[in-house]
């Protein structure tokens, strides 16, 4: 196979580089992190339920923190209640054949969303269908709402209850952020009922 374009070991060396910028400039977030996590654990310890939403690399992110609260993280703890919009496949299929793909997280929200809960949004432009519909359905039922999100913060921008903007245009480089937040929230969570383990 003819290769016009290698990769070299600058290449690599640049995504290294602009990937630790990123998570850097993260400290300038740490009050609105701290108060997400805070959030999280409220509703959490209030008997309350997170629900999290993603489309395409954001649903693998969304389908991460939901299975870390149920299953574990890094300490063996009580299980936690944590529904992932992304995860049932028939499901899926079933409200986009019968009403749009756009309904496919308003829908289930509808379904499951209860006052108190949290809605936790992966998206790196803030612009994902259906996502609009879930904040305005979420408002009028007295649930909390996420966004993490990057670039401009896209039509998201300024309407959930929290929001947490990767400084960068970089899919990528957003996703990379996006995964050292929830396991910053991951460990919040376990601080929270494991006070004594090392987290």
Do not use: W
Not at 11 to 37: E, W
Not at 48 to 62: D, Q
Not at 111 to 128: C, E, M, P, R, W
């Amino acid at each position: 196979m003819n290769n016009h374009n290698p990769t070299t070991n600058d290449h690599i060396a640049a995504s290294i580089t602009d990937s630790a910028s990123l998570i850097s400039q993260l400290h300038s977030l740490i009050p609105d992190i701290k108060a997400v996590c805070d959030t999280i654990v409220s509703a959490l310890q209030n008997g309350n339920k997170i629900l999290t939403a993603g489309h395409g690399g954001s649903a693998a992110e969304a389908l991460h923190m939901s299975e870390e609260f149920v299953g574990r993280f890094m300490h063996d703890r009580q299980t936690l209640p944590a529904i992932c919009l992304v995860s049932d496949g028939p499901l899926l299929t079933c409200i986009a054949n019968d009403y749009g793909f756009e309904a496919l997280f308003p829908r289930q929200l509808q379904a499951h969303g209860q006052s108190g809960d949290v809605l936790v949004i992966f998206t790196t432009s803030g612009n994902g269908k259906g996502f609009e519909a879930c904040l305005d359905h979420a408002e009028q039922h007295g649930i909390l709402t996420v966004v993490i999100s990057g670039k401009t913060g896209g039509a998201l921008k300024d309407r959930p209850t929290h929001q947490l903007i990767m400084p960068s245009s970089a899919t990528a480089r957003i996703q990379e952020a996006h995964q050292l937040i929830m396991h910053i929230i991951l460990e919040a969570v376990e601080r929270a009922y494991m006070p004594d383990a090392e987290v």
